[in-house]
């Protein structure tokens, strides 16, 4: 057996269509959807995440506006800048880009970002409704992986769901949202991590694996049963002489050898992380448009 290739750059890009087409009718109304980003030091990645998203706004329709601050930036200025960004009416969204340089800081900071702006998902209040199945900002990437999943034709009401990865981020929204009862989650969910003593016992039964741990090569062949869907949400730089950049990008999965099992796997890159930029740039247009109100 040879899997199916989900194609997450192909699934984003036709929801960016559907997104273009909606902020196309708030222009019409005099809305502009905006996200605020705040960037903290000049983390390579986080400075390429950041560009990649600013550049989906600007194809989408979208205004954005960035803040960049010194890695030695205070406490105090890095709050003030969320502070602007929430009392700005251009603005939806706000994305603080994480990790920041000091870490110790960032539960402060994910708390002073206005709920009704919070288009990451992470402000306690959004992640209290999402565990209540209310309406909500869902976190961008365990969304993206639902929507992964039901444009592909996976079937996740009544499947088992082995989740490999625990994060706040990742591993337990997306835990919670594929067990509520609705058109994106209904399944059997189980969360293994490292204090799980053989998580092979528990990924060959399963019929959807979510790789999550951040760790290149967690998930092999022998841990995954015939015919399952793989989903891989690992970006991990492995070193490679023979690149560019001295580094390849590898996920959380032993990919071609898993390939020859499963019936469907995301490949790394070109998988999840587009999904995960589209899911930002619709919860800021969603914030958008409550600015038309209930109708």
Do not use: W
Not at 87 to 95: K, Q
């Amino acid at each position: 057996m040879t899997a199916a290739i989900l194609d997450g750059k192909k699934i984003s890009a036709d929801m960016r269509e559907e997104l273009r087409a909606e902020t196309a009718l708030l222009r019409e109304k005099g809305i502009i959807p905006g996200l605020g980003v705040v960037l903290v030091g000049d983390d390579p990645a986080s400075r390429s995440y950041v560009t990649a998203k600013e550049k989906a706004c600007e194809e989408t329709g979208l205004y954005s506006d960035e803040v960049k601050l010194p890695a030695d930036a205070s406490r105090e200025r890095i709050l003030e800048a969320v502070d602007a960004f929430n009392r700005d009416d251009r603005i939806h969204g706000i994305l603080v880009q994480l990790p920041l340089p000091d870490s110790s800081i960032e539960h402060e900071v994910i708390d002073r970002i206005d709920p009704a702006k919070d288009v990451d998902g992470f402000h306690p209040y959004n992640a209290g409704c999402m565990m209540l199945g209310r309406e909500t900002f869902l976190p961008c990437t365990p969304h993206g992986v639902l929507h992964l999943l039901k444009r592909s034709g996976a079937r996740v009401a009544g499947s088992h769901v082995v989740i490999v990865g625990r994060s706040n981020i990742v591993g337990r929204p997306l835990a919670n949202l594929l067990s509520l009862k609705n058109e994106l989650g209904n399944a059997t969910v189980t969360i293994c991590h490292t204090g799980t003593p053989d998580i092979g016992v528990h990924t060959r039964q399963a019929d959807i694996i979510i790789a999550a741990a951040g760790r290149p090569g967690t998930v092999t062949a022998d841990m995954v049963k015939d015919g399952a869907v793989v989903i891989d949400v690992g970006v991990n730089r492995v070193p490679d002489a023979s690149k560019k950049k001295g580094y390849r990008l590898a996920g959380d999965v032993d990919f071609d050898a898993v390939a020859e099992k499963a019936s469907a796997i995301t490949p790394v890159p070109g998988g999840v992380g587009p999904m995960t930029i589209t899911m930002l740039l619709l919860n800021t247009v969603q914030s958008a448009k409550r600015k038309l109100g209930p109708s």
